[in-house]
């Protein structure tokens, strides 16, 4: 589920740690060079944008847009946002340190740790679960799936009335539901994005370990690492603390103008779980990067296994997007970069890293369908001035796989 953007209203200067190794002149001319290229995704219409940059020079941090409509106060950067299916990397970390510990296999099959769950799931591997090969069908982002699919303004109101963003839908009941659907292929055949493949791998962390996936990513990850921002809210519909809105933008007649932008952010996860339920801000999130692609949660084999990728996109244009075992893998002018990206409704997010430099991103988007490509490209271009420094082109680079 993605909703989209406009308007920007406010930008908030940046901030710089001391110390920074970098002339001075260069270091502001990248600073603003940063400055611009976040301000391009409200000017494409987003509510909000805030992003951190972490390097060798310190850290940067800026936002861009207001934080509520409503009230017009401008976005904070140290604020909470639904992270999304950034989630996912910090489940594999997870089911990758019990393979580490031996605890499961990646070629152990779905039916040895959920038995009688999954039809053919004797046939269906951890890995294949871990980088979206399984075939499984996805109920949360496909038409006939647990959300409406329809253009229609009023049925999505009336659905948002009557509680349709504030349910709770629990774990099985996803699983249940892509089951009964039939699968998109057989096991190990291609790629094809689906949550339930995270849903399934929470539910096996579960299984081995006789703790909930969120205890057991507190204790492994979120608690070492000094995460103090993040937290998985369960059945909780509100963000704890400072927060921008989310918005899920309604056309209301033919014209550009003739649209209202519904207040989204009080919103149930459930069904997110394991594949998208986090809350974080941005300095958490390059935290963990940080910490991954260093080495400090993962031994260098596991690490290869993670970022061995099969290619994301399969429509037959160039391959800018792979993905490994919940990590993506993002072609930008400058090279590869390693990370993922969340989309929640009301809240887009991005997390992607080079070398020693890691780059976390927050969106709060409305508008319509276009303007949502529009918010796309400008996140990609921000990630390429982030990433790879001015000058260096890229072209449209659009970061998202849901």
């Known amino acids: 589920m993605v909703v989209v953007a406009a308007v920007c209203l406010a930008l908030a200067g940046p901030v710089v740690s001391a110390g920074a190794v970098e002339p001075p002149a260069a270091v502001a001319a990248e600073d603003a060079a940063r400055t611009a290229a976040l301000k391009a995704v409200t000017d494409a219409g987003a509510a909000a944008a805030i992003a951190e940059v972490r390097d060798e020079n310190g850290v940067w941090r800026a936002g861009t847009g207001v934080a ?41 099959s779905v039916e040895h740790h959920l038995p009688g769950m999954v039809p053919n799931g004797g046939r269906i ?12 069908w996805d109920p949360t982002n496909e ?23 504030t349910r709770s839908i629990t774990p099985a009941q996803v699983v249940a539901a892509s089951v009964a659907h039939a699968p998109n292929f057989p096991p190990g055949a291609r790629f094809s994005y689906s949550n339930v493949n995270y849903t399934l791998l929470g539910m096996i962390i579960e299984t081995v370990t006789g703790r909930t996936y969120a205890q057991e990513i507190t204790a492994r990850i979120l608690r070492p690492l000094g995460m103090t921002g993040t937290y998985f809210p369960g059945t909780a519909t509100d ?37 998208g339920e986090l809350i974080s801000t941005l300095s958490d999130l390059n935290r963990f990067e940080r ?20 290619p994301a996109q399969s429509d037959g244009g160039p391959v800018s997007l792979s993905y490994g075992l919940g990590l993506a893998r993002l072609e930008l002018s400058c090279g590869p970069v390693y990370g993922h990206d969340g989309g929640m409704p009301g809240f887009a997010s991005q997390l992607w890293s080079k070398g020693d430099r890691q780059v976390a991103m927050s969106v709060t988007s ?14 990609g271009g921000f990630l390429e001035e982030a990433l790879c420094g001015r000058n260096q082109g890229g072209g449209e680079v659009r970061p998202k796989l849901g």
């Open 68 to 108: 509520d409509l409503a009230t017009g106060a401008p976005v904070r950067v140290d604020g909470r946002f639904r992270a999304g299916s950034i989630t996912k990397t910090f489940t594999a970390t997870t089911v990758l340190q019990l393979v580490g510990e031996g605890r499961l296999g990646l070629d152990d």
């Open 125 to 136: 591997t951890v890995r294949q679960l871990l980088n979206h090969s399984s075939g499984l």
């Open 143 to 165: 038409p006939g799936g647990l959300f409406p699919h329809t253009t229609d303004p009023g049925e999505i109101r009336n659905w948002l009335d009557q509680g349709g963003l």
């Open 239 to 275: 963000i704890r603390g400072p927060h921008a809105h989310g918005y899920w933008t309604l056309a209301e007649g033919p014209a550009p103008e003739d649209r209202s932008d519904r207040d989204v952010t009080v919103e149930s996860v459930t069904w997110a779980n394991s594949a």
């Open 291 to 310: 910490a991954l692609l260093g080495g400090r949660l993962l031994s260098p084999e596991l690490m290869r296994q993670m970022t061995t990728t099969i």
């Open 366 to 379: 409305r508008g319509d369908e276009a303007q949502a490509v529009q918010q796309l490209v400008a996140q």
